[in-house]
């Protein structure tokens, strides 16, 4: 057997020992390396002003915990002293109170008037109840494990800001490119990164703060609601429906039409109309031109539909993945456009 192949034979055996002994961090590793990259060059910048490395990284990690992990805390506490302050007897008065209001809009469908009263007759307010404690009981054991997955990440995070420079360097040694060319290929991935994450939290804040101040002129509470609507308006093709539908829907239970209309034409026609699709994507193109260091030489309409795409394939974290492989592909094109086509000419 030749060196080689043994080299071989060990490296994947010791490779697959590693990613089994690592398998309870490697999702965190994954997240915390994907945000390092997107934001390397806001710890860049900072480092140039403060001087040390590990103060840059360290203010990074503490302003990306701020936008990113502390509301979703809030919210989380929010609701959970929420739902423990809700009382049984003017629940169940809301919902049959509901329910009747539904049994005169069914006039509407006689078509489908059977199987919707059918339907209807099966929810109650102790049913609701159960899943409710059912599902906070979940969400509790979920919110402990995003509490450690959030520790790890954060811990991780900053390794790769502080070390990242050195990871950089070793990764460019083991390409068997040239430097040149494993510095372009990682600099169009690592920027269309950036592009799809400061494009994405611009739209989350842009599409939050647009809801909170119309949610706070009726008198919720519109951070909390600002928040939930961001973080929905992630979720593919439903979007801020999550949370406008329900809002709309029990305004127009208290007998406020005019509050519920409000609410339903302006999530839909400022937020998801305008914002959305039309101010989303003129984001993009601005982030890519004036924020980064190094534009992206790729066009913001294919680094949108790929976000979409990726949310669609892969779910939330598609919004990251969807982008980088689009990206990727790109960059390798380009790689054997410059370096290997002219080669076979």
Not at 8 to 23: A, C, D, E, P, R
Not at 164 to 181: C, K, Q, T, V, W
Not at 204 to 231: D, K, T
Request: net charge positive.
């Amino acid at each position: 057997m030749r060196p080689i192949h043994f080299f071989w034979i060990l490296f994947v055996f010791s490779l697959y020992w590693m990613l089994y002994l690592f398998k309870p961090f490697l999702m965190d590793m994954l997240v915390a390396g994907l945000l390092c990259i997107a934001t390397t060059s806001l710890k860049e910048r900072i480092e140039k002003r403060v001087k040390l490395s590990w103060l840059a990284s360290l203010l990074v990690v503490v302003l990306l915990l701020s936008l990113l992990f502390v509301p979703l805390f809030y919210v989380a506490a929010v609701l959970a002293d929420t739902l423990s302050k809700i009382d049984p007897d003017s629940f169940r008065g809301f919902v049959e109170s509901s329910k009747a209001q539904m049994f005169k809009w069914m006039a509407l469908f006689p078509f489908a008037q059977e199987k919707l009263m059918e339907n209807l007759d099966k929810i109650n307010a102790s049913a609701i109840l159960q899943h409710a404690l059912a599902w906070s009981g979940a969400l509790g054991k979920k919110s402990l494990s995003f509490v450690t997955d959030t520790v790890f990440v954060t811990i991780f995070l900053f390794l790769f800001f502080y070390y990242g420079r050195a990871f950089y360097d070793y990764a460019l040694r083991l390409i068997p490119f040239s430097r040149r060319e494993s510095h372009q290929l990682f600099g169009e991935v690592a920027g269309v990164l950036g592009v799809v994450f400061y494009s994405s939290l611009a739209s989350v804040i842009l599409q939050g703060f647009l809801f909170a101040v119309m949610i706070a002129f009726l008198g919720y509470n519109g951070f909390l609601f600002g928040v939930l609507y961001g973080v929905a308006s992630l979720v593919p093709v439903v979007g801020g429906l999550l949370v406008w539908l329900p809002l709309a829907s029990y305004e127009y239970y208290l007998g406020n039409t005019g509050n519920s209309l409000l609410i339903a034409l302006y999530s839909m026609i400022v937020i998801a109309t305008v914002a959305d699709n039309v101010i989303k994507p003129l984001l993009i193109g601005l982030i890519n031109r004036v924020i980064l260091k190094n534009p992206v030489q790729i066009n913001e309409l294919v680094i949108f539909f790929a976000i979409f795409a990726g949310l669609t394939t892969f779910g939330f974290w598609g919004m990251v993945l969807g982008p980088t492989i689009t990206a990727f592909f790109i960059a390798l094109l380009r790689l054997y456009e410059r370096g290997f086509l002219h080669i076979q000419e």
